[in-house]
């Protein structure tokens, strides 16, 4: 059975920022890579997939550790593989002759998460206390309203 908790997050104002810092990189590293794409189809008249462009950025993010270096490695493959789905839709829709929707660049509106792996940029920690904090990758730990314990022998996804 597959269920869904939300617990609110209260970080301090120096965490909101890393987090919406965070954010920005990423709707900065979609955007580049939208970009990427229609270049390489303008120029060259080929498709650019998904392994390409990892390790294009791949070598960007290890070259630039204080912008799109803050952004974990997992979180970049699946910005990408993000990308990469919207495409994928897009040709979907426009082969069976629906309203295709090409994918959109991202402004700061339409742009709200980023996605990580549990135990690989991200990890609920139980402390001594009881109190449950939640921690990110280059933020640190954030306090949570933990108010609903998970099931016994549950995997956080």
């Not at 997939?49 to 550790?65: C, E, K, M, T």
């Not at 593989?81 to 509106?109: I, N, Q």
């Amino acid at each position: 059975m597959i269920r869904t908790y939300k617990y609110r997050l209260y970080p301090s104002h120096k965490q909101a920022e890393a987090l919406d810092f965070l954010l920005w990189q990423g709707r900065n590293l979609y955007n580049t890579a939208l970009e990427q794409r229609l270049r390489v189809y303008r120029e060259m008249g080929k498709r650019i997939s998904y392994p390409d462009q990892w390790v294009h950025f791949r070598d960007l993010r290890n070259a630039s550790p204080d912008t799109l270096g803050k952004l974990n490695a997992t979180s970049v493959q699946q910005m990408l593989r993000r990308l990469d789905k919207s495409f994928a839709a897009f040709f979907r829709r426009l082969k069976t002759g629906e309203k295709p929707g090409f994918p959109r660049f991202k402004g700061r509106d339409r742009f709200h998460s980023l996605e990580y792996r549990y135990g690989d940029g991200c990890k609920l920690r139980e402390m001594e206390d009881g109190s449950v904090l939640f921690y990110v990758q280059n933020v640190g730990e954030i306090k949570v309203k933990y108010h609903r314990p998970l099931p016994e022998g549950a995997q956080i996804k």
